[in-house]
């Protein structure tokens, strides 16, 4: 059986790549589709998974139809984007990530440390 | 104790605006990374320590002639002893005072640590739902993305370090083990503790302008130090070509984001597009390291400035002499 945390995985995938909202059942048989030991996945579990992430604002839920359909609250890029801001420290929590590789370093010093390396390379 | 209270007090004075201040313009700190961290950590300490200390040394004063008597004779005075005499409003004071500002400190050390904490785990989370292991390294993991970035996240069971598909790209072989070893040195040495104890300090005492100076030199020597452990790895020239791919691909699309928002704490470059931030210094042009002598008087005065307030809180008496 594959821990909540790979099926949230799993769920998130599943979202993203699917142009139209799903609903639990949608999201059970294409999980089982894949085959990774999803065959005895309940549909309970698939909204105990949704019901995690949407808490966590990753999901958004359609209310209007029976039964309910759920779509990615924002696209993978986005997420992706707003990862690297953490990382860079563009985002209000600086210190959520550690050490940037180039901490504290601007763009006109990376533009003459260019010109400097460039300069002994031709040395 | 009165004496003592105000040797404390100076000493308190001269590590919170002074020592900082020279300290952050001094130039041997880019030689000797390690035993300057130190030495910022003692100043934080000690200076914490000594405020403390003089407040609560002086609010002491009447009830004894050392810390253990004038604690004994407050116990007895909180326990209603008719026979000790009630200190006076002004020394109650600065006891109150003593105790708040204790408790402020740890307090923000608390709140900074468990706002870092959530923060981690909601990255952690998204880094489990959108990056891959990465195939060949331990504990990495590779983000789909084309900007070249590399950074580490800490934790207590289990950091990893994260690279960029743009990194692994764009980089040669060579420069990228020079990233990675430069990213896990900070994870190894859990640099993310010393940032966290600065941030906190910072937090806790935001009008004091040298608990910013102390937090940016603290981010800069770590990044020295954990440059130097990459040069274990790498080669000098690798190391910086490295820095260079990252921060030109990278810094122009952060300079843009953040012009309006006024990053603080980034080290602008100079008009003239010289290279000021003295990682690259170091990095470009190589200092020698401290020698023996010079670290150990370094290191002797590290030891001295967590020694002296905590011997004089301790036995107050001696300075009385």
Known sequence: ?123 | MLLTSYFLAALAIVLAWPTPLALSKAKWTARAPVAAVLLWQAIALGGGLSMIGSMLVWGLTPLGNDLISALHAGWLLATGDPSVNFPGVIHLFALSTAFLFAMHLVLTLVRASWRTTRQRAKHRHLLRLLSNPSQTRPNTLVLDHDLPVAYCVPGFNGSVTVLSRGLLTQLSADEQRGVIAHESSHLDQRHDFLILAFTAWHEALPWLPTSRLSLEAVRQLIEMLADDKALEVVTRPVLLRAIVGVASSIAPAKTSQDSAMGLAGEIVGMPGGEVSSRRLQRLLSPVAPLSGFQNFVVLSCTVLLLVCPTILLIAPRLLSW
Do not use: C
């Not at chain 1, 600086?94 to 763009?107: D, K, N, P």
């Open chain 1, 1 to 123: 059986m594959a821990s909540l945390g790979d099926l949230e995985r799993s769920v998130m995938d599943l979202l993203w790549d699917s142009a139209e909202p799903l609903t639990a059942n949608d999201l059970r048989d294409a999980l089982a589709a894949r085959g990774t030991d999803a065959k005895e996945l309940a549909v309970t579990t698939v909204l105990t998974v949704l019901a995690r992430l949407e808490k966590k604002g990753l999901v958004a839920r359609e209310r209007s139809t029976r039964p309910h359909r759920y779509t990615a609250s924002s696209s993978r890029e986005d997420h992706t984007v707003g990862l690297l801001n953490d990382a860079l420290g563009t985002a209000q929590d600086r210190e959520a990530v550690l050490a940037r590789f180039i901490g504290g370093i601007s763009a006109d010093e990376a533009v003459s440390l260019r010109a400097i390396l460039d300069s002994v390379k031709t040395v």
